[in-house]
């Protein structure tokens, strides 16, 4: 205790609260780790399931969608593009080819202009550019689904052989 009356006080609130927080932050990691826990017959590393698309023709998944969850996973976006481009470019020194088709549903949420809200998601527009860029000569292509090319991000637009089907287009003003 110290020598302002209600000091002790104080001092053991902020421990209490110290100890809360820990054991909060303590499940919140482990959870995290859980997730991306590479145990033999549940979980693959990224850059395995990567090359089993490249060089196996694997068709695989990955939803980013979870209940609850108002934020865009750009971080998670971000890894996988990076590990792409390293994975399709060994491949290529290699001299193996890659054949291979990336598929982004709901795109404006990764490649729109309001991308740009957050760090991350600058980045991940930002490597999208790059990667179309760079992966094509690969043997990989990029296939974008989105509801508007209103607030698409041009650069990447501009890459892009564009085919639009569907009806009531909404290309803005």
């Known amino acids: 205790p110290g020598t302002v009356p209600g000091e002790g006080q104080r001092a053991a609130d902020v421990l209490a609260r110290y100890h809360l927080d820990e054991a909060r932050l303590r499940r ?3 959870e995290t780790l859980r997730r991306f826990r590479t145990e033999p017959d549940r979980r693959q590393p990224l850059s395995q399931v990567i090359q089993q698309v490249l060089a196996d023709h694997a068709i ?5 969608a979870q209940e609850n969850v108002a934020e865009t996973p750009y971080f998670l976006l971000n890894e996988i593009l990076t590990r792409l481009r ?3 470019h060994r491949s290529f020194q290699d001299g193996r080819a890659s054949n291979a088709l990336v598929l982004l549903d709901e795109a404006h949420l990764f490649a729109g202009e309001h991308a740009d809200d957050t760090g991350d998601g600058a980045r991940t527009r930002s490597l999208l550019a790059q990667s179309i860029r760079m992966t094509g000569k690969y043997g990989v292509g990029w296939m974008f689904i989105t509801q508007t090319l209103h607030d698409f991000d041009k650069t990447i637009l501009r890459q892009l052989q564009v085919k639009i089907f569907g009806q009531g287009f909404k290309l803005g003003a």
Do not use: E
């Not at 695989?60 to 980013?64: C, D, E, K, M």
């Open 28 to 30: 919140l990691w482990d």
């Open 86 to 88: 390293q994975v399709i």
């Open 60 to 64: 695989v998944i990955l939803s980013f």
